[in-house]
């Protein structure tokens, strides 16, 4: 299996609901948040020997920029703006407008907030 990813990067603001009072994430706070999109393909390289070329990522890239950085996350997303729900909407969005050759996936998509943490969303392995 051959596995590629790509990192991009956005500033955004946001507040959790529902967390016990007091804690330090109800607030309205930032972080310069970390998305990879990790394909995986079990096929062919294509010349010069890619999976497919990152730059096929590019409109992920312009949706990121364009809906996510700068933003107040409360307000883009219809669910509260936790890095588990930003990384199942940011998979779901590259399954649905990325066009990869078969047979290559989307494996998984991994977002950070921090540089200690993370959330993964993919599909559930056979
Ligand atoms: N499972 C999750 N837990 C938390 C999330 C989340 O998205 N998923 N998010 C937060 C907050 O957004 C918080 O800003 C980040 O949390 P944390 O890394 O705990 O915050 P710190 O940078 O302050 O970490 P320290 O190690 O305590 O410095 C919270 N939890
Ligand atoms: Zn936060």
């Not at 948040?33 to 995986?40: D, F, M």
């Not at 890095?83 to 494996?107: M, Q």
């Amino acid at each position: 299996m051959h596995r590629i990813g790509k990192q991009f990067r956005f500033e955004a603001a946001h507040s959790l609901p529902d967390l016990p009072e007091g804690h330090q994430c109800s607030r309205v706070h930032g972080h310069s948040y970390a998305v990879e999109v990790h394909l995986v393909s079990d096929g062919e390289l294509h010349r010069p020997g890619f999976v497919v070329d990152f730059a096929e990522l590019a409109p992920f890239g312009a949706h990121v920029r364009d809906h996510f950085d700068h933003r107040d996350l409360n307000t883009v997303l219809d669910a509260p703006p936790t890095s588990e729900h930003l990384a199942a909407y940011f998979y779901h969005w590259c399954c649905d407008h990325l066009r990869l050759p078969e047979p290559v996936r989307i494996e998984k998509v991994r977002v950070s907030e921090t540089a200690s943490t993370f959330a993964e969303y993919g599909p559930v392995l056979p």
